[in-house]
């Protein structure tokens, strides 16, 4: 039900722009996270809106990866400036219902996953 789009190359301290669609009409009550996963290295935490539209990043992109949500087109976006050869990795959305608020960045918490999109930052 989820899918992610939007990665592809790009040079060290450029920008792309992912985004997260889903299916359903109850898209809004969803938190929605981003995840990455580098070969070899274990899934991390990104970025996540919550119903509310508040907003919580890891402290790796904050200032440089923006979250978004527009309800209407059941969208989350992930704008990432400033890449970094390090941001180089699979970025997949995930979908939770119930989420604990203060336990956001656990992917636990996360009930659907969509397919990612390959993000390739050359130094």
């Known amino acids: 039900q989820l899918q992610a789009f939007g990665g592809g190359l790009v040079q060290a301290g450029g920008s792309l722009s992912l985004h997260c669609t889903a299916a359903?009409?109850?898209?809004?009550?969803?938190?929605i996270g981003w995840f990455s996963q580098a070969p070899g290295k274990e899934r991390e935490f990104v970025a996540a809106?919550?119903?509310?539209?508040?907003?919580v990043y890891a402290d790796s992109v904050k200032g440089r990866f923006t979250i978004t949500r527009d309800n209407a087109k059941n969208t989350v976006y992930l704008q990432m400036n400033s890449l970094k050869s390090e941001d180089t990795a699979v970025y997949s959305c995930?979908?939770?219902?119930?989420?604990?608020?203060?336990?956001?960045?656990?992917?636990?918490?996360?009930?659907?996953w969509g397919e990612g999109t390959l993000v390739t930052v050359s130094s």
């Open positions: 995930a979908a939770c219902r119930s989420c604990i608020y203060s336990s956001l960045p656990n992917f636990r918490q996360y009930d659907y």
């Open positions: 359903g009409r109850t898209f809004s009550a969803y938190t």
């Open positions: 809106i919550r119903r509310d539209r508040n907003t």
